[in-house]
């Protein structure tokens, strides 16, 4: 028998999309019951019902695996915010947003605090979640640009990702209650589009 095909005996099928997606959501259900510093690779190995080599041969570490389940189970997609209008394509946003209040508000929180005092986690969030993400939510005005909604891409673009989500995740801190619809929608209509229609 050849070394290839010695090779070829042993390895293990690839994970199909379900089961990664599956895996991750677990990995989030974890890091919302024990917060980041206590998670540990044997836990989530355990609670995705997998082998800590399983892991590893995906992700190289703690950081990168917290990091691509943060992306993957984002509450906004992409492919799921194109209503055909920019004010239409931000109540989307607002609205799945608001959904997930409750259960991201708190879980964001603690994310914050282990991305200042780690170096890995916070490198891996910002290549994995945050520069992908961004570009997502972008999206939605350079869409507009593109209808002719807009007559070029305003610079308050680049604060959009931010405003909206601190907006959604300092409520609590500020207003004593989560961000729900309604008051992401004055969000939307009294700062976001004046700021995005001032080209």
């Not at 992306?71 to 799945?96: C, F, H, Q």
């Not at 405003?163 to 500020?174: E, G, K, M, N, Q």
Request: hydrophobic letters at 45%; a negative charge.
């Amino acid at each position: 028998m050849s070394d290839d095909a010695g090779d070829a005996s042993v390895r293990r099928p690839r994970m199909t999309p379900e089961r990664v997606m599956d895996l991750l959501a677990a990995v989030m259900d974890a890091v919302r019951e024990v917060g980041y510093e206590d998670l540990s690779m044997d836990l989530v190995a355990s609670r995705a019902r997998c082998s800590k080599a399983t892991l590893y041969r995906q992700w190289s570490g703690k950081p990168q695996l917290v990091a691509a389940a943060l992306y993957a189970t984002r509450p906004l997609k992409a492919e799921d915010v194109n209503s055909g209008t920019l004010r239409g394509d931000l109540l989307t946003m607002i609205g799945l947003l608001a959904s997930q209040a409750e259960k991201d508000t708190a879980l964001f929180a603690a994310l914050g605090h282990a991305v200042l005092t780690d170096d890995d986690l916070a490198m891996a969030v910002r290549t994995t979640l945050v520069e992908p993400w961004f570009a997502d939510l972008v999206g939605v005005v350079d869409r507009a640009v593109e209808r002719g909604e807009l007559a070029s891409r305003p610079a308050a673009a680049d604060f959009l990702p931010e405003l909206l989500l601190s907006v959604t995740f300092a409520r609590p801190l500020f207003g004593g209650g989560l961000a729900d619809t309604d008051y992401l929608t004055r969000c939307v209509d009294q700062v976001l589009l004046p700021a995005l229609r001032q080209v």
